[in-house]
């Protein structure tokens, strides 16, 4: 079950960082002592490629099934609460949200706004917080931009533009996303260029 949020607290981390706005919509929150890449399709092969060109294989995952592997995969290797945090970009339309979820304020970053839900994350993790979703609003359920445990010892980011989403962690979480066979995961190293489609 979701819970949409009135108090904006727990996502005050995220909101009065300090980052760069495309730094921290993409890759995540500062702090983590390591980042990865959850690469939906694979990264372009040449400067100013189109996504439409890049290839998705067809017994890859779709994105939000990739997303709930991934959350999945560090509920597995961490001693995280099972209770989470979801904020959901506004920019998917008033009809993609239930009401009760509109009535609450945003989270403002630069140049984003989220609503803010209180999840059991291995509900979604199971798909059950997307049909509780969809029941209410008869539309799928958009992608989370933010994922994260309320202990915040990992975070998952995904902007609407890049191919794929951003992960902060410690190393030793890292690690196993690094190795699931249902995920294409890389490390992010320091100041390293991030690919992106045209």
Same mark, same amino acid.
């Given at each position: +079950? ?6 904006? %607290? %727990? ?6 960082? =300090? ?15 390591? &980042? ?9 092969? &040449? ?27 560090? #509920?597995?290797? *961490? ?8 904020? +959901?970009? =506004? ?6 949200? @239930? ?22 994350? @291995? ?13 209410? *609003?008869?539309?799928? +359920? ?10 915040? %010892?990992?975070?998952?980011? !995904?902007?609407?533009? @890049? ?7 410690? !190393?030793? #979480?890292?690690? @196993? ?5 249902? #995920?294409?995961?890389? !490390?992010?190293?320091?100041? !390293? ?6």
């Amino acid at each position: +079950m979701f819970v949409p949020c009135s108090d904006l %607290a %727990a996502a005050e981390w995220i909101a009065t960082s =300090d980052e760069h706005w495309w730094t921290l919509v993409t890759l995540g929150p500062p702090g983590f002592p390591a &980042y990865a890449r959850l690469r939906f399709i694979p990264d372009p092969a &040449y400067e100013g490629q189109s996504e439409n060109e890049g290839a998705r294989q067809s017994d890859v995952l779709s994105d939000t099934d990739q997303l709930r592997a991934a959350v999945g995969t560090l #509920l597995r290797h *961490t001693g995280s609460p099972i209770e989470g945090y979801l904020l +959901m970009w =506004d920019g998917w339309g008033e009809h993609a949200f @239930p009401d009760v979820v509109l009535r609450t304020p945003r989270v403002v970053v630069p140049n984003r706004e989220y609503y803010l839900c209180r999840v059991s994350l @291995p509900d979604f993790v199971s798909g059950a917080i997307e049909d509780s979703w969809q029941a209410e *609003t008869d539309c799928f +359920m958009p992608p989370p931009a933010f994922i994260w445990p309320s202990d915040r %010892a990992w975070c998952i980011t !995904q902007d609407v533009d @890049p191919h794929w989403a951003g992960i902060g962690a410690e !190393q030793a #979480l890292i690690d @196993p996303l690094l190795t699931e066979p249902r #995920l294409d995961v890389v !490390q992010v190293e320091a100041n !390293q260029k991030r690919p992106f489609y045209y």
